[in-house]
Nanobody, 122 residues
Framework: QVQLVESGGGLVQPGGSLRLSCAAS????????MGWYRQAPGKQRELVAA????????YAADSVKGRFTISRDNAKNTVYLQMNSLKPEDTAVYYC???????????????WGQGTQVTVSS
């Protein structure tokens, strides 16, 4: 069984910073791309940033370029999202996503974390 657990969300003032973490655990053979999505109230879930197994940023939304940085530590099966210069419009539930080949598995599956709330407000 594979599980993704996020941490690091919270309440921050505009202009502040937060660092989200997402650790994958369980019966894992390998992890391919990892990413962060977010969903604000009344809006669709959107991709914020994605990173390849080799550590290359595969995608970053225009709205976060220059402010958010995605990174990963393959030894810890963990992906991070460093969020700087936060704005009220960044308020959302942030979800981690990973393409994982389970141990003894044949195919990769998309796994999701439970979500962590980020609120940017004064």
């Amino acid at each position: 069984q594979v599980q993704l657990v996020e941490s690091g969300g919270g309440l921050v003032q505009p202009g502040g910073s937060l660092r989200l973490s997402c650790a994958a655990s369980g019966s894992i053979f390998s992890i391919n791309d990892m990413g962060w999505y977010r969903q604000a109230p009344g809006k669709q879930r959107e991709l914020v940033a994605a990173i390849t197994r080799g550590g290359r940023t595969k995608y970053a939304a225009d709205s976060v370029k220059g402010r958010f940085t995605i990174s990963r530590d393959n030894a810890k099966n963990t992906v991070y999202l460093q969020m700087n210069s936060l704005k009220p419009e960044d308020t959302a539930v942030y979800y981690c996503n990973a393409a994982i080949l389970p141990l003894h598995g044949t195919y990769e599956y998309d796994y999701w974390g439970q979500g962590t709330q980020v609120t940017v407000s004064s």
